[in-house]
């Protein structure tokens, strides 16, 4: 399986800042990464696939980059309604794996 | 509209077999491209995913759990079935079931949580 790395586990932040969260893969996976947000007793919701492409409905200040082996998700200006768990997930290639999380809190 | 929902026993003993049913509407399993995946999430924990099933019956497993899952569809129910064997304590979590178009899971039901205690 492919090992997907999320840093930091943890991001403490205050609405208006700009966050950048990062998902290493064990090996190359193109550009097949999709970014999920998460609260708390709810399904995950969609936020990005093939790297960069943002789901419809999903508000702009969310951006995804990156290829190969390292890709971020960044939130231009955090709003009271991003404070969630963020998860990456690589489907270059079955088995399907995802990150570990980011949880992202209030400062 | 698309909608998934996930139902099951939300108890289970353990070395007792799991069957989960995902019951959707608004797309069709016939319908080229189009797969529908469960994933599961242990309390507090991450993601992972466990089973995938396309329309042409193709049939994907996690390699970890290849052994105890079977995955099955219905088209004309509009229905996904998951079994997993032997279940144990560390099964126990929220399961849940979702649409794929092509790897990624764009639409998700809104979970299960299987218990798994004698």
């Known amino acids: 399986d492919i090992q997907m790395t999320q840093s930091p586990s943890t991001l403490s932040a205050s609405v208006g800042d700009r966050v950048t969260i990062t998902c290493r893969a064990s090996?190359?996976?193109?550009?097949?990464l999709a970014w999920y947000q998460q609260k708390p007793g709810k399904a995950p919701k969609l936020l990005i696939y093939?790297?960069?492409s943002l789901e419809s409905g999903v508000p702009s200040r969310f951006s995804g980059s990156g290829s190969g082996t390292e890709f971020t998700l960044t939130i231009s200006s955090l709003q009271p309604d991003d404070f969630a768990t963020y998860y990456c997930?690589?489907?270059?290639?079955?088995?399907?794996?995802f990150g570990g999380g980011t949880k992202v809190e209030i400062k | 509209q698309i909608t998934l929902k996930e139902s099951g026993p939300t108890l289970v003993k353990p070395t007792q077999t799991l069957t989960l049913t995902c019951t959707f509407s608004g797309f069709s399993l016939s319908t080229s491209g189009v797969g529908v995946g469960w994933i599961r999430q242990p309390p507090g924990k991450a993601l992972e995913w466990l089973a995938l099933?396309?329309?042409?019956?193709?049939?994907r497993y996690s390699p970890s759990l290849k052994s105890r899952l079977t995955i099955t569809k219905d088209t004309s129910k509009n229905q996904v079935v998951l079994t997993m064997t032997n279940m144990d304590p560390v099964d126990t979590a929220t399961y849940y079931c979702?649409?794929?178009?092509?790897?990624?899971?764009?639409?998700w039901g809104q979970g299960t949580l299987v218990t798994v205690s004698s």
């Open positions: 997930q690589q489907y270059n290639s079955y088995g399907l794996t």
């Open positions: 090996q190359s996976i193109s550009s097949w």
């Open positions: 979702a649409q794929d178009p092509g790897g990624y899971f764009d639409y």
């Open positions: 093939k790297a960069s």
């Open positions: 099933i396309y329309w042409d019956d193709d049939k």
